[in-house]
């Protein structure tokens, strides 16, 4: 991971300042995260809030997914890792270092693929990126590897719907599913629903406070916007249907 970092870093502050991206950390925060009901348009728009995405919320995102998946202990599974709304790759990165396979990254941000396909050649993960909204998106045949992290909350209820099903459906078929979504229930209203789905199914809900330390350079940017890069929280679904422990469930009819 060092070696991904220090070239995200170089690559990133050859253009722009430590303290502007700093700044763009600080307004990304603020519009993406605490104000995300009601912000629209592309909370990504401008390099700064891309950078500070990369930097910051990227190698963030990558920690928690690994840490997640060190206490979860996947059951053997080599399959290929679908990333749904994978933005810089680093869900599927995290879990094919942690138990290899090909990835398959879904985005519709060309610029965030773009950083995907560095950040796996860096890191030394195989896979492909596609330029797909996830209505369009042509599932493979189950049984494969599939996460969304922090991802779904910003999809229309029926086509989150129709993923977490989807979801649902690979682990039954012996595949393996994992969410990944803030602790903040204000976006996620959907959350109880699927995790009852889950837990009739057999699979397992989580509430994650980490205690994992980021790398260096991304706490100090973090630290520099006023941010506390010490609070890892994240809350996950998770189906591991490998030893054909999960049944067929159907999800709820989701309240538009
Ligand atoms: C908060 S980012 C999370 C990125 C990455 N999974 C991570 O953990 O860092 C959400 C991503 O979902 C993508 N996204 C949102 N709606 C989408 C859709 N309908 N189809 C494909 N991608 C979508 C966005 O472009 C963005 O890259």
């Not at 690559?11 to 629209?40: C, F, M, N, W």
């Not at 592309?42 to 700064?48: E, L, P, V």
């Not at 990835?103 to 050649?121: I, K, P």
């Not at 940017?221 to 469930?249: C, M, Q």
């Amino acid at each position: 991971m060092d070696g991904w970092l220090e070239a995200l870093f170089a690559r990133h502050l050859r253009e722009l300042t430590h303290p502007e991206v700093s700044r763009a950390l600080k307004a990304l925060t603020r519009d993406y995260v605490q104000r995300r009901g009601r912000i629209r348009g592309d909370a990504f728009a401008g390099r700064g809030k891309r950078a500070a995405f990369c930097l910051y919320y990227g190698p963030r995102h990558f920690v928690m997914v690994r840490e997640v998946l060190r206490a979860l202990k996947p059951g053997p599974c080599k399959a290929e890792i679908v990333d749904l709304g994978c933005g810089t790759g680093v869900a599927s990165a995290a879990w094919a270092l942690e138990h290899p396979g090909l990835v398959v990254g879904v985005d519709t941000a060309d610029w965030a693929l773009a950083e995907a396909r560095q950040s796996w050649r860096e890191l030394g993960v195989r896979g492909g990126a596609l330029r797909c909204t996830l209505d369009r998106f042509r599932w493979p045949p189950p049984p494969r590897r599939i996460v969304a992290a922090f991802a779904l909350n910003e999809l229309a209820p029926a086509l989150r719907a129709r993923l977490l099903q989807r979801m649902l459906d690979h682990a039954a078929a012996g595949g393996q599913a994992l969410v990944v979504e803030p602790l903040a229930t204000r976006i996620t209203p959907w959350w109880s629903a699927a995790a009852l789905s889950v837990q009739e199914a057999g699979g397992r809900v989580n509430e994650w406070h980490l205690s994992a330390a980021l790398p260096q350079p991304v706490a100090l940017l973090g630290k520099s916007a006023g941010l506390n890069p010490r609070e890892l929280g994240a809350r996950t679904l998770w189906l591991d249907g490998t030893s054909g422990g999960i049944a067929p469930v159907r999800l709820p009819v989701e309240e538009e």
